[in-house]
């Protein structure tokens, strides 16, 4: 991956993805898209904006099964297929996807403000890559503000910052001005990559799909 520090921005194509930390699809989404890159050698700028499944999640959550089935109406035998599927998709792409009975459905504000926070720091993609992890994997709460330090932490953070950010919520606004911006440019699903600032993708699209996708830009450009 190629970070926008290591060559002009003029050099660089810019990817803005859309997604939630606790969106399976938007990590199997980027982990194709980094393939493709590497596929492709295109130079690209990646840049992460926030996006909630569900802004008004209890505090303490839901139960991620229950959860799927009332939301989007599916049977107990469709949750297992998906997470089957999902789980084998995420053995292709190299990330790992733990589902259990107990896993959870959480609030992702906190986790989003923490990103913002970390984004001029230049550590808001390896933030976001941990805390994919972090529930993904590990079935970490990513509304608990001590699993949230530590997860700061272990990307290189200040966790006694990390814990003022998020206690004091000086992200807050900005975080839900940006959510607003893009809900009000058309994303309504995530993943949502967009591509030179121009070309809206919605949706994990596949390796091949996002390499076609760089060649005709980056050909494009040259042309």
Not at 144 to 155: M, Q, R
Not at 203 to 209: E, M, T
Request: net charge negative; proline share 3%; with cysteine.
């Amino acid at each position: 991956m190629t970070d926008m520090t290591d060559l002009d921005m003029e050099e660089l194509l810019q990817i803005d993805i859309v997604s939630d930390v606790v969106c399976p699809w938007c990590i199997v989404g980027f982990k194709q898209l980094e393939q493709a890159i590497e596929k492709t050698g295109v130079s690209v700028a990646i840049k992460w904006h926030p996006f909630e499944l569900n802004p008004d999640m209890a505090v303490e959550g839901e139960n991620l099964r229950e959860h799927i089935m009332r939301k989007y109406g599916s049977t107990v035998e469709q949750s297992q297929a998906a997470r089957d599927r999902l789980t084998e998709l995420g053995k292709e792409l190299g990330f790992e996807f733990r589902f259990s009975d107990e896993s959870r459905m959480v609030n992702t504000f906190k986790a989003h403000q923490l990103i913002h926070w970390a984004g001029p720091q230049g550590q808001e993609h390896p933030l976001k890559m941990a805390l994919f992890e972090a529930y993904f994997r590990d079935g970490k709460d990513l509304n608990d503000n001590a699993v949230l330090v530590k997860i700061a932490g272990s990307v290189g953070l200040d966790e006694t910052e990390a814990l003022k950010v998020l206690e004091d919520g000086r992200y807050a606004g900005p975080v839900k001005q940006e959510e607003k911006f893009w809900i009000q440019n058309g994303v309504q699903g995530v993943p949502a990559v967009v591509f030179d600032r121009r070309h809206l993708i919605t949706g994990a699209q596949g390796v091949d799909n996002y390499a076609a996708i760089l060649k005709q830009l980056v050909e494009g450009e040259a042309a």
